[in-house]
Nanobody, 122 residues
Framework: QVQLVESGGGSVQAGGSLRLSCAAS????????VGWIRQVPGKERERVAD????????YYDDSVKGRFTISQDNFKNTVYLQMNSLSPEDTATYYC???????????????WGQGTQVTVSS
């Protein structure tokens, strides 16, 4: 099993920044890939960014490229999502996800955190 605990959400004005953290524990082989998926009520879940913890290879959705950065601290088993130049369109619940491989679809991720709310006001 894998446990994921997010922190760092909150409210910010447009143009501001937030950093989300995801502390991971449990079976290492089942959390080779760690990422972030966001959801707005009534809309499809959206893959935001993910990272292979072994190689450091990253993926970003086009909507966040150049603004968001995913990184890891191996000693702390923590993955971060630095979010800059936030806009109201980034408002969502952000979930940390993990699995043995990165996946394109939200439904394909096996492990989920409890979610953290990010609200960006104009």
């Amino acid at each position: 099993q894998v446990q994921l605990v997010e922190s760092g959400g909150g409210s910010v004005q447009a143009g501001g920044s937030l950093r989300l953290s995801c502390a991971a524990s449990g079976n290492t082989y089942k959390r080779v890939c760690v990422g972030w998926i966001r959801q707005v009520p009534g809309k499809e879940r959206e893959r935001v960014a993910d990272l292979y913890t072994t190689s450091g290879h990253t993926y970003y959705d086009d909507s966040v490229k150049g603004r968001f950065t995913i990184s890891q601290d191996n000693f702390k088993n923590t993955v971060y999502l630095q979010m800059n130049s936030l806009s109201p369109e980034d408002t969502a619940t952000y979930y940390c996800v993990a699995d043995s491989m990165c996946a394109a679809l939200a439904s394909q991720w096996a492990y989920w955190g409890q979610g953290t709310q990010v609200t960006v006001s104009s």
